[in-house]
């Protein structure tokens, strides 16, 4: 079965630009929260709590930027 759908591409107003500017800060700024939470929550455990999870505390920003931004 064969289906066709129309595409009507409307340009953005100011104002929906401005919101949508907005709202990619709100995002960025939670997932920087998220990234620096991550690592203080790491940070704060002793390193035979950081053994026993096989994290070294040389490797805490790279693991929660991996958890975070999932690089």
Known sequence: MAHASEIIL???S?????VALIAGWKD???T???YRQTVKELSSLSDRELKDLGINRSS???I???????N
Do not use: E, K, N
């Open 64 to 70: 929660a930027r991996m958890a975070v931004y999932g």
């Open 10 to 12: 409307a340009h953005a």
């Open 14 to 18: 100011l104002a929906d630009r401005f």
């Open 60 to 62: 805490i920003r790279l």
């Open 28 to 30: 960025d700024f939670a």
């Open 32 to 34: 920087r929260q998220a």
